[in-house]
């Protein structure tokens, strides 16, 4: 997640160089040709080119209007994540007796490295050795780690009702939390693992180009620096909107814009810890020269 404060120019511009090279020198090229006014004869009505405008803008509306949907419904998902880790935790102290405690340790514990491995399963990276211990520790042998880690909190309080530790109407609120997990889990995978069509992105690149080649042949020739300007700039914002759409549509992928997932199960953590009574330090804030966060 981007910091208000601080935003790399340069990093989101090498995001885009190839793109910017290649417009830079056609708009160049264009420049010169004006000025010797070798193509004047070659004219191609504005009309015309404003229509392949208009329809790289609604393209673009469409994209980058889905792509922050993707990008704003996974920030509520892990909203709700949030939420519903505090709930389960708060609803096992009030529901289980003070004989209890180490139960509910448990469950928090469990709860703290479900955040931690749902957010590196996302991103696709090697779990932490924090994770891979517990993993290891509790001989976890599915794929889906965060979704096994769910089934012992639902083992775990199947025991507590079976011993008679909790009723069985608050059980049912206690599974009904663990299902908005569950719920919020799935949730993750399917933006994950949803693909934006690849088909739609070369639509709207080609139509750029397309843009670009043609808007030289519509602008006078009498004003080659104007020409030229005009060709780089317009493409250039109109790749700079496509590129910012490409880049929230992905929100798990390790990026400036992602969910800031690590920083979150972090919070998580500290508010369980602290709802067990247990001292601890907030994390560390960013580093100064830092633009985002995970």
């Known amino acids: 997640m981007l910091l208000k404060s ?24 264009v420049g010169l ?17 404003a229509i392949v405008g208009t329809a790289i803008s609604l393209l ?6 889905q792509s922050y949907d993707r990008w704003w ?3 509520i998902i892990w909203g709700a994540i949030v939420n519903d880790s505090r709930t389960l935790l708060r609803q096992l102290k009030e529901f289980l007796p003070e004989t209890c405690l180490a139960d509910i340790r448990r469950f928090a ?10 957010s590196e399963s996302l991103r696709g990276t ?7 211990a517990y993993i290891h520790e509790h001989q976890i042998q599915d794929y889906n780690v965060p979704n096994a880690l769910l089934g012992l909190h639902g083992t775990h309080l199947r025991e507590l009702a079976e011993g008679g530790k909790i009723s069985e109407f608050r059980q049912v609120q206690i599974d009904s939390t663990l ?3 569950c719920d919020s889990m799935g949730k993750c995978e399917r933006i994950k693992n949803t693909v934006f069509p690849v088909s739609y992105g070369t639509l709207i690149h080609f139509l750029i180009y397309l843009f670009t080649l043609l808007l030289p042949f519509g602008l006078d020739d009498d004003y080659a620096l104007i020409k030229a300007v005009l060709t780089a700039g317009i493409p250039t914002i109109f790749i700079i909107i496509e590129r910012t759409a490409i880049l929230m549509q992905d929100p798990f992928e390790n990026g400036p814009l992602d969910t800031p997932m690590t920083s979150i199960s972090q919070n998580i953590e500290v508010a369980l810890r602290q709802q067990l009574g247990e001292r601890v330090e907030r994390p560390a804030p960013p580093a100064p020269d830092a633009y985002y966060i995970l």
Not at 60 to 65: I, V
Request: no cysteine; net charge positive; charged share 20%.
């Open 109 to 118: 514990e469990r709860q703290i490295i479900w955040n931690y491995a749902l």
């Open 126 to 132: 090697a779990f932490s050795d924090r994770v891979t």
């Open 179 to 181: 299902s908005r997990l």
């Open 6 to 29: 601080k935003i790399s120019i340069w990093d989101f511009v090498k995001t885009i160089k190839s793109d910017l090279i290649a417009i830079t020198v056609f708009s160049i090229a």
């Open 60 to 65: 673009l509306a469409f994209r980058t209007g």
């Open 73 to 75: 419904e996974a920030r």
């Open 33 to 49: 040709i004006a000025k010797g006014h070798y193509l004047e004869s070659l004219v191609i009505p504005l009309g015309l080119i």
